[in-house]
Each structure stands twice: as structure tokens, then as C-alpha cells.
């Protein structure tokens, strides 16, 4: 029997090869979207449709690096890849394009990521040798739970006396008997739902969306393309539906030493444990709170850790709203420190080309003796009058075209950073102070409640939200002092243009003169001699507000970070700007540098994640362990959880499909039912095949397909009971396979090797009838 191949591709550089035993190629197949996401040598990762088109491609930060972990999320929206550094990272399913990094060498395996006082991008971890032999990420495992619908409300309902409520309700009742008590658990049931309504309602569904950021050509590290589209900002600042609320989106990432983080909307971590040694080998069920972990112990021992998922808190509103604001917090921070970054770069690259003109000049009048370039310009502006050096200048070097060059770098730059700043950093504050306000709220409500509900301190949030209203008061002002110089500009590019083209006329000239007389009364003279007073002498005000400040540079310990920025408040931030709005000159100061307040409010963001963190974990037990009945070398080929009863959900059972060293020729299947916290043992089943086993899987209703080489040296997949699905011609020498698709859509992913090169083949499994849903 042949099944219906749906596309093959050639892979003519080869494929790269996990360093975990038995892991074989990394492969993802991506079950709602068909695309197969392929670690690579020559490039990285390349995602195919199932046609063989190339849809993106995600490339290494690094040559030496190699991909350690692979795996799409089950909606199909996120594909998440772990290096060999320890970083792991989320890219868009439908791009490729960054929408998370991290790493997993930071405090939890025991030295603190450093401190910073500067905006330069940090995801912990080394590139030294030390570094490069510590814990990688070996495996996501994502999940979509189905929370208790029990507690989706939680106490929340009591603290908000729906009982009140419900005596409202059965004041208008009006039947007697059965009818009265049907309708007064119908009530119950409406109140829980409008308590959870109010408690999800998000606030910032009313404000405009926020826009992607133009970074016009800088280059800021992985943030750099993360907010540079539309559809990416809209993707990483999106909020699941209130419906959508019962369900918890669980990332598991486990780790080579044998950490397990357990994440929530794929970014906020809610603790951590460990299992003995190396993981080979992990499966979950979306109705089941159960991960079975198999690992290797050091010992040669084999291991299965039970990890229970505590639905009954995650699903609830208080911690559906945490989670929500917790990630809105990372991202709008990063968000935030991208846009400081990009005014930063517009305000250096706008000045480069007028700098280059105006030390041309400087060193002119320097070496003639003629005075400094305010005073030449100050007297040409008063009295009309050139020196000949200023009028070579301006006839010679400036002209019509340098002047429009000067012109556009200028208005250009200041025309960005009011752009940042209005469309991208205040809504991006608004929305900021929302999140912390909402945490806040839930903090002082929660305060002394002997940590049982959401034991953070409000003190931390209130030093959060000091951060964010001194960025809010920086960047208006920063906003009036770039529209004032934007005026003064303005009014002086046009009185300029005017003399260059008197002095290209020649002074005292008809032609000249009539130059003159045209063009001197739509002068603005005031703002003219205020561009050469203020910025010309002195230099822009927006210097002290978007350059990053010597002394505010570098990493340190929490303490000596905690040490440099008491000199930063709201009322030090308030002092400064009062007395730049008195007209005096202020020195760039920290409290008034944007990047000097985001290293400070991402620092007192740190504090608070890290608590809340701490809060979370509580609610993550240690995972049962136990060995089982398998040696070392052993090939661990599947893990799949079944449901079992139909789509109830009342059971599951944990199936391992199990390759003995001893023999190749049989496979193992060891059934766990009914996982729980407290282990238990695993019943086997023995299938002996016709042929050498070279992989097996397990399909979502527990049916199992083999690839065995039969004795003719013919390569097929078959069923446990050896009856053929699909033979191979002898060209394909298949040596892998990957179950994947949906509800009438089901494949078998192939890959292996055809003349020396690399072929993957994805058959269509409809065709056997094998019952897959």
C-alpha cells in the first residue's frame, strides 16, 4: 500500500542534528498552518510550506551557535527556538519576525544577569568558554489547558458580594418549587459571569492601537525589527478574548541540567523545578493538568516526573489579570527602551551632515582670524553685512543644494522624534500606567492577606509607577522644546536660503538688492537670532534629553544599581524641569535623560516581576518521580497523552513507545493511566515487527505507525500489528517520521535521505482510514 504524497523537497545542505540522544533531526510540523519548520546547517531554520515553497527563514545570532530546541506553538502563531548559548527566543508564525528573547543562564542558575544603568539590550548568558558548557533549553512543550470553570471567578466573586446580587435576583422570582430553584441556579451562574466580565474588562481596548516604530536604519540589537511592523506590534500587544480566559496557555521549557520554567502567555514565568537528569522526552493534554517528563538520570536511571499545572489558580481572573498586565509590562518596557533608542538615532544622524558644514566654517574663521560662527552670524543678521570668509562660505560650500541637504537633516530629525514621542512613547506610557495602576490596585487590595492571594508589596509598584510619570513629564517636555527649535528653525533656513542667494548674486548688486527687498519683510527675525543665540552658541536643548549620559553606562550588582539611582524621583525630575522653565541653563542631568529614566523604571520593573515571580512560583509544586523499566541506551522513540472516554476528559493515559537496545525487532509500548501527582507504574506491551525498527509514533487516538527496513532491505511504515501502510521506493531511504495536521487533514512528515542528499516527503494519512481525528 502507497499513501498519496502530498509534496516532497530536496534539501541539498543537509539538515542539522540534535546533540540529544535519540532527538535525531529537529523538525516541527505545524499543525494548523502546514508549514515545517527545519533546523539547518548552511541556514538556521527554514520553514516550508507543505508545497516546499520557503515561507521565512530565522537566522543565528551567531556562526559557532547551534539550534538546541524547535517547536511551533499548537495555534500555529508562534514558532519557539533555543540556541546553544542557553538564549531561547518566540518568532512569528507567519514571518519569522522576533517577538521574545530570553535566557536561561541567569539567576535561577546562579549568577544574577547585571543591573543596568543604560538601554544596551541584555538577555544574560556569555559567549566564554565557561559560559558555552552550561544549560541549554532541550525542549518546549506548549499547551492550551482548559481551566476549572469552577474557579474561573474565584474569589473574586466574594470579594465583589455577589451574594447581594444573587438576592436581587430571587427578588423577582415568581415560580414556586423546581421551577424557582432551577432559575435561581441559572442566576448564580449569570452572576459568576458578570463578576468575571467586570473583572476582565480591559481598559485599554478603548485607546487607539499603538504604531509600529520606524527605525530609520538603526540597528538596536534583536529589538531592532521586534515593533517595526504593524501586524508584529498588533501581534505582541494583543489581549485574549474575555471568552478566552477560561483556558491557560502554558509554556514548559525544560533545560539540559534538568530545570523545568512553567510559563504563562508564552513570556510571564510563573516558577520553576527539576527533574533528575536530561529530558528526552515530555507530552501534555489540553484537558489534563498532567506534563509526563521522561529524563535520564546521571545514575543510567530512567525517569518519569508527573508535573501538575495548578489550573485552579492560573484559570482564575486575578491571575488571568496579573499574567495580562505582568506581559504588558515587559513588552511596553521594551517597546518604550526601542523608542529611546530610535529618537537617539534620529537626533546623532540628523546633526551628522549641518556638523560637517558648520566645522568647515569653524576652522575657516579659526585659521583667518575672523571670530566664531555665532558672532559672523549675529553680525550678518544685523547688519547685512559679509566677511569674506562667511561670504566664500555661503556661495561656495553651502549653496542651494548643501543648504537643502541642511535643510531636510534638520527638519527631518526634529519632524521624527515628534513623531516618536506622539505616537509611540506617550500612548506607549499611557498604556504602561494603566498595567501598574490595575497591579497596584489588586496589591493594596491584597495587602496583608497573608500571601495567599497576591502577596506583592504596593511599594513596588508605586516606585514603577514614580518611573513612569517622570518618563511622561520628560517627554512633554521634551515635546514643546523640539516644536520650539522645529519654529526657530524653520525661520532661520529661510532667512539663510535669502543670503546664500545674495551672496551667489553678489552683495550690493540690482540683483542682489532685489533679493533683499523681497524677501526681508516675510522674515521672522526674532525666531532667527533666538536659532542663533540658543542653538547655535549653545547648542540643542534636546542633547540633555535623548543622549545617553557617560556616567550612566555598564552593568552592576543589584546593590551598587540601587545605590546609583536614589538620586532619581519625581519631585528631583519635577525640580529640574521648573528650572529649565525659568529660562536657566540646566547641565544634562540624569532626571531629565529619557535613557536614564528607562534604565531606571526597567530596574524597578525588574523588582517587581521578580516578586511577583516569586509569588507565582508558590503556586507550582514539585513534580512526582519514579524510575521505570528501561535501560540507558534505550531509544525513547514517542511520549503522547490520550485521552480517553471521548472528548470528556475524565481520563487520560501517558503512552511511551520504547526501542530496548537488545533487541531491534520489538517495540516497547508502556501505558501510564490516569496521571496524577502520585505516580504509578507503567503496563507494557511487547509488539514484535517484521522488520528493524528505525522509528515510531504515536497518532492523537493512540494509534501507532512504525518505520521498519524489512529483510528484502525495503523501507515501509506499518501498524503495531506489522499491517502496511505505505512502502517506500527504493530510492527514499526514510529514516524518521513526524505525525502532524488536524480533523480531516492528517500527515505523515518523512524525512531522509535520496542520492546523497537530504528529502523530506509529507504523505497524506486520510487515505489509510486509520480513524484519526
Known amino acids: 500500500m502507497s499513501l498519496p504524497t502530498l509534496s516532497s523537497k530536496r534539501l541539498f545542505d543537509g539538515v542539522a542534528t540534535s546533540h540529544q540522544p535519540g532527538d535525531g533531526d529537529l523538525v516541527a510540523y505545524c499543525d494548523p498552518h502546514d508549514l515545517i519548520a527545519i533546523a539547518t546547517e548552511a541556514h538556521d531554520i527554514i520553514v516550508y510550506r507543505i508545497t516546499g515553497q520557503i515561507a521565512f527563514t530565522i537566522k543565528r545570532k551567531d556562526d559557532d551557535l547551534v539550534v538546541t530546541a524547535l517547536s511551533w506553538k499548537e495555534d500555529g502563531s508562534v514558532l519557539a527556538v533555543a540556541w546553544s548559548d542557553g538564549s531561547w527566543g518566540l518568532h512569528s508564525g507567519?514571518?519569522?519576525?522576533?517577538?521574545?528573547?530570553?535566557?536561561?543562564?541567569?539567576?535561577?542558575?546562579?549568577?544574577?544577569?547585571?543591573?543596568?544603568?543604560?538601554?544596551?539590550?541584555?538577555?544574560?548568558?556569555?559567549?566564554?568558554?565557561?559560559?558555552?558548557?552550561?544549560?541549554?533549553?532541550?525542549?518546549?512543550?506548549?499547551?492550551?489547558?482548559?481551566?476549572?470553570?469552577?474557579?474561573?471567578?474565584?474569589?473574586?466573586?466574594?470579594?465583589?458580594?455577589?451574594?447581594?446580587?444573587?438576592?436581587?435576583?430571587?427578588?423577582?422570582?415568581?415560580?414556586?418549587?423546581?421551577?424557582?430553584?432551577?432559575?435561581?441556579t441559572n442566576s448564580k451562574s449569570s452572576v459568576k459571569r458578570l463578576a468575571r466580565a467586570i473583572a476582565t474588562m480591559d481598559a485599554t481596548t478603548v485607546l487607539p492601537k499603538l504604531s509600529a516604530i520606524p527605525s530609520h536604519g538603526l540597528r538596536a540589537g534583536p529589538d531592532g525589527s521586534k515593533f517595526s511592523t504593524q501586524a508584529l506590534v498588533d501581534t505582541i500587544f494583543g489581549v485574549a478574548k474575555t471568552e478566552d480566559t477560561g483556558f491557560v496557555d502554558t509554556l514548559v521549557?525544560?533545560?539540559?541540567?534538568?530545570?523545568?520554567?512553567?510559563?504563562?502567555?508564552?513570556?510571564?514565568?510563573?516558577?520553576?523545578?527539576?527533574?533528575?537528569?536530561?529530558?528526552?522526552?515530555?507530552?501534555?493534554?489540553?484537558?489534563?493538568?498532567?506534563?509526563?517528563?521522561?529524563?535520564?538520570?546521571?545514575?543510567?536511571?530512567?525517569?518519569?516526573?508527573?508535573?501538575?499545572?495548578?489550573?485552579?489558580?492560573?484559570?482564575?481572573?486575578?491571575?488571568?489579570?496579573?499574567?495580562?498586565?505582568t506581559k504588558r509590562i515587559q513588552h511596553l518596557l521594551e517597546y518604550i527602551a526601542q523608542t529611546i533608542r530610535c529618537i537617539e538615532h534620529d537626533y546623532t544622524t540628523g546633526l551628522q551632515f549641518p556638523s560637517r558644514l558648520r566645522k568647515n566654517i569653524i576652522m575657516e574663521l579659526e585659521e583667518k582670524q575672523e571670530g566664531d560662527l555665532v558672532s559672523n552670524m549675529y553680525h550678518l543678521a544685523m547688519t547685512g553685512q559679509y566677511s569674506p570668509t562667511m561670504l566664500e562660505w555661503l556661495s561656495d560650500i553651502v549653496k542651494e543644494t548643501n543648504h537643502k541637504r541642511w535643510d531636510v537633516a534638520i527638519t527631518t530629525m526634529y519632524t521624527n522624534i515628534l513623531n516618536h514621542v506622539f505616537f509611540n512613547l506617550l500612548p506607549a506610557l499611557t498604556r504602561l500606567e494603566i498595567a501598574i495602576t490595575t497591579l497596584r490596585g489588586h496589591a493594596i487590595h491584597h495587602a496583608g492577606s497573608n500571601n495567599s492571594h497576591f502577596a506583592v508589596e504596593p511599594k513596588l509598584f508605586t516606585n514603577l509607577l514614580e518611573g513612569a510619570d517622570s518618563l511622561r513629564l520628560v517627554a512633554q517636555k521634551l515635546q514643546?522644546?523640539?516644536?520650539?527649535?522645529?519654529?526657530?528653525?524653520?525661520?532661520?533656513?529661510?532667512?539663510?536660503?535669502?543670503?546664500?542667494?545674495?551672496?551667489?548674486?553678489?552683495?550690493?548688486?540690482?540683483?542682489?538688492?532685489?533679493?533683499?527687498?523681497?524677501?526681508?519683510?516675510n522674515l521672522e527675525m526674532g525666531f532667527v537670532l533666538g536659532y542663533v543665540e540658543d542653538i547655535l552658541m549653545t547648542g540643542s536643548k534636546i542633547e540633555g534629553f535623548v543622549l545617553p549620559l557617560a556616567e550612566w553606562r555598564g552593568g552592576y550588582a543589584r546593590e551598587e544599581w540601587v545605590k546609583r539611582t536614589e538620586v532619581m524621583s519625581y519631585e528631583r525630575v519635577m525640580h529640574f524641569l521648573q528650572v529649565m522653565g525659568s529660562g536657566k541653563e540646566v547641565a544634562p542631568v540624569a532626571q531629565i535623560s529619557l535613557p536614564a529614566l528607562a534604565a531606571w523604571t526597567h530596574g524597578s520593573a525588574r523588582m517587581v516581576l521578580q516578586r511577583i515571580t516569586a509569588w507565582q512560583s508558590k503556586l507550582l509544586k514539585a513534580p512526582m518521580s519514579q524510575s521505570i523499566a528501561a535501560r540507558d541506551n534505550d531509544r525513547m522513540l514517542d511520549l503522547r497523552m490520550l485521552s480517553v472516554g471521548g472528548n470528556s476528559g475524565a481520563s487520560t493515559t501517558t503512552q511511551l513507545l520504547l526501542l530496548p537496545e537488545a533487541d531491534s525487532r520489538a517495540l516497547l509500548i508502556q501505558n501510564l493511566s490516569n496521571p496524577s501527582s502520585k505516580a504509578q507504574a507503567f503496563d507494557s506491551e511487547v509488539c514484535a515487527m517484521d522488520g528493524r525498527i528505525s522509528d515510531a509514533k504515536a497518532t492523537p487516538d493512540g494509534t501507532v505507525l512504525v518505520l521498519i527496513r524489512r529483510d528484502d532491505d525495503s523501507i515501509a511504515i506499518v501498524t503495531k500489528e506489522n499491517e502496511v501502510v505505505h512502502a517506500f521506493d527504493p530510492d527514499f531511504e526514510a529514516q524518521r517520521i513526524l505525525l502532524g495536521g488536524r480533523q480531516g487533514k492528517s500527515v505523515c512528515f518523512v524525512l531522509g535521505e535520496r542520492q546523497g542528499g537530504r528529502e523530506w516527503r509529507l504523505l497524506d494519512l486520510e487515505a489509510a482510514k486509520l480513524g484519526m481525528p
Not at 498532567?290 to 508527573?306: D, P, Y
Not at 533656513?493 to 523681497?518: C, M
Open 94 to 184: 507567519e514571518n519569522g519576525k522576533s517577538l521574545h528573547r530570553s535566557s536561561v543562564r541567569s539567576e535561577d542558575h546562579g549568577s544574577e544577569r547585571e543591573w543596568r544603568l543604560d538601554l544596551v539590550p541584555d538577555f544574560g548568558g556569555g559567549d566564554d568558554d565557561e559560559q558555552e558548557s552550561r544549560t541549554n533549553v532541550v525542549h518546549f512543550e506548549w499547551r492550551k489547558h482548559v481551566g476549572d470553570e469552577g474557579s474561573a471567578v474565584g474569589d473574586l466573586s466574594a470579594e465583589l458580594s455577589t451574594e447581594d446580587w444573587e438576592d436581587m435576583f430571587d427578588s423577582a422570582l415568581e415560580f414556586d418549587g423546581l421551577h424557582q430553584v432551577q432559575k435561581r
Open 253 to 325: 521549557i525544560t533545560c539540559s541540567d534538568g530545570i523545568v520554567r512553567v510559563m504563562i502567555d508564552d513570556t510571564v514565568e510563573i516558577g520553576s523545578c527539576t527533574v533528575p537528569g536530561m529530558l528526552v522526552l515530555s507530552a501534555s493534554h489540553t484537558q489534563s493538568p498532567t506534563h509526563t517528563l521522561i529524563s535520564r538520570s546521571g545514575k543510567g536511571e530512567t525517569v518519569v516526573s508527573l508535573l501538575d499545572i495548578a489550573l485552579h489558580a492560573l484559570s482564575s481572573t486575578l491571575l488571568h489579570e496579573v499574567s495580562t498586565n
Open 480 to 521: 514643546l522644546v523640539v516644536a520650539a527649535e522645529l519654529k526657530q528653525f524653520k525661520a532661520f533656513s529661510k532667512w539663510l536660503k535669502v543670503y546664500i542667494d545674495v551672496a551667489i548674486a553678489e552683495p550690493g548688486t540690482a540683483a542682489a538688492i532685489e533679493i533683499e527687498e523681497r524677501e526681508q519683510p
